[in-house]
């Protein structure tokens, strides 16, 4: 069974750092793109990150371009998220989801770990 | 990437049907046959019930259907029942691996 579990949210000031963790379990990780959703209080689903299945493909939605870095470790089956210089607005749920193999939808996700930004 | 424009919340009585609706643009739902649908309940994952405008995944129940037309796409849930209240979410490729997801609608069974 496919599993994605993710952690290292938590309450962290403005201006601060924060790495995500998705451990991927029950298929394998190597062969399927990633791509890590936030929701925040109130608001509907955003995509934030893409990365292909070899790490060398990458997209991010423009509001994190700079300040967010996804990246993975096959090995490990690992998904992370490194978010640098948070601002309120990134106080969110995020969640990571797997891409399906016919592409373009999103067929298992995590339970999602809370990132709260405040002073 | 603007979100997708989805009414805030639709109600059915059990054993109606219900549609919701999902606009873009031009440069997402109407130009790429990729929307999808998820379904989430409180506290859970987002599950994926309807892909490529109106495949069913294995296990989602038939009583869920989607369609597009022009920049709009609508999700159709068949015979409401108890366990279809929820929040969903749909979803559209915006090309370069870049993806726009919809503002939810919450649905309730009255």
């Known amino acids: 069974e496919v599993y994605l579990v993710e952690s290292g949210g938590g309450l962290v000031q403005p201006g601060g750092s924060l790495r995500l963790s998705c451990a991927a379990s029950g298929f394998t990780f190597s062969n399927y793109e990633m791509i890590w959703v936030r929701q925040a209080p109130g608001k509907g689903l955003e995509w934030v990150s893409y990365?292909?299945?070899?790490?060398?493909?990458?997209y991010y939605t423009e509001s994190v371009k700079g300040r967010f870095t996804i990246s993975r470790d096959n090995a490990k089956t690992s998904l992370s998220l490194q978010m640098n210089g948070l601002t309120a607005e990134d106080t969110a749920v995020y969640y990571c989801a797997r891409e399906a193999a016919n592409g373009y939808n999103f067929d298992f996700w995590g339970q999602g770990t809370l990132v709260t930004v405040s002073s | 990437q603007s979100a997708l424009t989805q009414p805030a919340s639709v109600s059915g009585s059990p054993g109606q049907s219900i549609t919701i609706s999902c606009t873009g643009t031009?440069?997402?739902?109407?130009?790429?046959?990729?929307v999808s649908w998820y379904q989430r309940h409180p506290g859970k994952a987002p599950k994926l019930v309807i892909y490529?405008?109106?495949q069913r995944p294995s296990g989602v129940f038939d009583r869920f259907s989607g369609s597009k037309s022009g920049n709009a796409a609508f999700l159709t849930i068949s015979g409401l029942q108890a366990e279809d209240e929820a929040d969903y979410y749909c979803?559209?490729?915006?090309?370069?691996?870049?993806?726009?997801f919809g503002s939810g609608t919450k649905v309730t069974v009255i």
């Open positions: 979803c559209s490729y915006a090309g370069s691996r870049v993806y726009v």
């Open positions: 031009s440069s997402d739902v109407g130009n790429y046959n990729v």
């Open positions: 490529e405008v109106s």
């Open positions: 990365i292909n299945p070899g790490g060398s493909t990458i």
